[in-house]
């Protein structure tokens, strides 16, 4: 089975502090997603890295793939109020069968304090 | 900005009856899913929809569950006898292609009574 782990699950800090999001798996994916969720509403794509150590930056938000596409990383600078949320990451894993499956990381909420 | 809407947003149903969860996607997209959220847990892949047929489909849709796209505009998720486990949030996403990521709907939220 596969798992896609994060951690930390729960975060809070203040206001400007920085931070980081990890998501884990023993497996390789073709590409992953990060994803922003509001309670009662659904997940808004944030970014996809698909090649192995890429690294995308989105403003204050810098997403990594892992070298061996097995893991990623989500480093928030300068938190503010507005990054409040719980944050999800994705992975796209292909078979050699042809056939495709979508896994849905733990997630991890961030309150970020005033 | 487009946006995939989903309706209605709270479906209530007693146990066994059968419920229809509509999906409206982005207009251009070519690649469509739906996913559950049972309330505390992580979100979960039900199915994926390419050129009129289902590309995948996970554990959890079994024989109970059906996806259609009776039009142009259209993408359903019938759940043919609502058990209580059904009960969830259930999200409709669409992707110009395979990879990319999706672009959720707010979901609808299912209470199987």
């Known amino acids: 089975t596969q798992l896609l782990e994060q951690s930390p699950q729960f975060l809070s800090i203040q206001e400007g502090e920085n931070l980081t999001v990890y998501c884990n798996s023993s497996s390789v994916f073709s590409s992953l997603q990060w994803y922003r969720q509001e309670p009662g509403e659904g997940p808004v794509l944030l970014v996809t890295v698909v090649t192995g150590g890429e690294v995308k930056k989105l403003k204050r938000l810098t997403f990594q793939f892992g070298d061996a596409r097995k893991d990623s990383s989500l480093h928030i600078t300068a938190a503010q109020t507005g990054d409040t949320g719980l944050y999800l990451c994705a992975g796209e894993a292909f078979f050699t069968s042809g056939t495709y499956k979508y896994i849905f990381g733990t997630g991890t909420r961030l309150k970020v304090l005033a | 900005e487009p946006e995939v809407t989903q309706t209605p947003s709270h479906q209530v149903t007693q146990m066994g009856q059968e419920v229809i969860l509509r999906c409206v996607p982005i207009s251009n997209h070519l690649y469509f899913y739906w996913y559950r959220q049972i309330l505390g847990q992580k979100v979960e892949f039900l199915v994926s929809?390419?050129?009129?047929?289902?590309?995948?489909k996970s554990e959890i849709f079994d024989d109970q569950f059906s996806v259609e796209r009776p039009d142009g505009s259209n993408f359903t998720l019938k759940i043919r006898s609502t058990k209580l486990e059904d009960s969830a949030m259930y999200f409709c996403?669409?992707?110009?292609?395979?990879?990319?990521?999706?672009?959720f709907g707010a979901g609808t939220r299912l209470s199987v009574l």
């Open positions: 929809f390419y050129n009129n047929e289902i590309s995948e």
């Open positions: 996403a669409s992707s110009n292609s395979p990879g990319q990521g999706g672009y």
